[in-house]
């Protein structure tokens, strides 16, 4: 039985091509989850003066009158504030628990997992925007 040389160089270049093309595509993923992450993370003291505000408008709204319709505006203004709370929590939860080194890993489980986090990252994302925009309408809203 004779070894063909040609054959096996092709598939071989083939296999490396396949690995090297899942591996570069992994490497595009990890980026953009990393530039979601990039792109909100400066907002994390934005949520903390807004959190602050918000409860500092409720406060007042406390001391001010007990009405019925200032005890409505209290409890938006606080769950506003708890809104802005969880979305700074999320950011460094997802924080701690990303991994950035996948040795261990297939390129696959490394896909997998990328796109996991890519999910996650979007949710906080999603989750610091609107708290950032409800707390935006509720202080800039008339008292």
Not at 41 to 70: N, V, Y
Not at 85 to 110: H, K, N
Not at 113 to 133: F, G
Request: aromatic share 8%.
């Amino acid at each position: 039985m004779k070894v063909r040389p040609f054959p096996l160089f092709v598939l071989f270049f083939v296999l490396q091509f396949s690995c090297t093309a899942e591996k570069d595509e992994n490497v595009i993923l990890k980026e953009q989850v990393i530039a979601i992450h990039d792109e909100v993370m400066p907002e994390i003291g934005t949520l903390r003066s807004r959190q602050k505000k918000l409860e500092e408008k409720a406060d007042s709204l406390m001391q001010e009158a007990g009405t019925q319709e200032s005890d409505g505006q209290v409890q938006e203004l606080l769950a506003a504030a708890q809104s802005c709370e969880a979305a700074y929590d999320g950011m460094f939860v997802w924080m701690r628990q990303f991994e950035s080194e996948y040795e261990d890993m297939t390129e696959e489980e490394v896909r997998m997992y990328l796109e996991d986090q890519m999910q996650k990252v979007e949710r906080v994302k999603q989750d610091i925007q609107s708290a950032l925009t409800r707390s935006d309408a509720l202080l800039n809203a008339n008292p």
